[in-house]
């Protein structure tokens, strides 16, 4: 079985300010973690993603995330934020060891950034 | 390159009515992922389909099902529709299994 937890279902934060959307997961084997966002009546776009090698990964916009294999855990982070980031973020995990590409996601966390 | 297509954008149903959506995917792209949204259940796994057959099925009931065609376009169908399967179904396809999936914008059922 596979899970995700986002603690926080909303995170504030002022513009020009650094974000953390937290993630944590938990898989049988070996994961593949992804972040996604979604805005209004949308579906979800993909912003990056951990297959393997570095534990610091670099996507979309500006956001970053780091691999923690030991804390279970895969933040979201971009070091200064931007209004137009506000939206709902989405972690998910793909057990590596298991075929096909079914996805389970945590809850979503809300990110507003106020100017 | 084309997206994720999804049709239609919205549909209103009757309950006890059945439904099915369609989803295109990404030219190449061999997965195709069903899930499903809520306020209440977040996004939860319906089903995938690779190559014309299911690979994996999330915990729903028979109502449920899918179909995907040989030029990898999947469908899902929705029988005897209840008030709690309205929601927005969302499609996602792959290329690889180690590669991200891209979602189509969805389909917005409300079941009346």
């Known amino acids: 079985a596979q899970s995700v937890a986002q603690p926080e279902d909303q995170v504030n934060v002022a513009e020009g300010n650094p974000l953390t959307v937290k993630c944590t997961y938990s898989?049988?084997?070996?994961?593949?973690l992804f972040w996604y966002v979604q805005y209004p009546n949308r579906g979800l776009q993909f912003l990056l993603k951990?297959?393997?090698?570095?534990?610091l990964v670099k996507g979309s916009y500006g956001f970053e995330a780091e691999f923690n294999k030991s804390q279970t855990s895969f933040h979201l982070k971009k070091p200064s934020a931007l209004v137009s980031d506000s939206a709902l973020y989405f972690c998910?995990?793909?057990?590596?060891?298991?075929?096909?590409?079914?996805?389970?996601f945590g809850g979503g966390t809300r990110l507003m950034v106020k100017p | 390159k084309a997206g994720v297509t999804q049709t239609p954008r919205y549909l209103i149903k009757t309950r006890g009515q059945q439904v099915t959506l369609s989803c295109s995917p990404i030219?190449?792209?061999?997965?195709v992922s069903w899930y499903q949204q809520t306020p209440g259940q977040g996004l939860q796994f319906l089903f995938e389909?690779?190559?014309?057959?299911?690979?994996n099925k999330g915990n729903f009931p028979g109502r449920f099902s899918g179909r995907q065609f040989s030029n990898s376009r999947s469908e899902m169908n929705v029988s005897t529709l209840e008030l709690g399967d309205s929601a927005l179904y969302l499609c996602?396809?792959?290329?690889?299994?180690?590669?991200?999936?891209?979602f189509g914008q969805g389909t917005r059922l409300t079941v009346v």
């Open positions: 998910a995990v793909r057990d590596r060891d298991n075929a096909g590409n079914m996805l389970t």
């Open positions: 951990y297959i393997t090698g570095d534990n």
């Open positions: 996602a396809s792959s290329l690889w299994e180690n590669t991200e999936a891209f």
């Open positions: 898989v049988s084997g070996n994961p593949y």
């Open positions: 030219s190449g792209h061999r997965s």
């Open positions: 389909y690779f190559s014309e057959t299911q690979r």
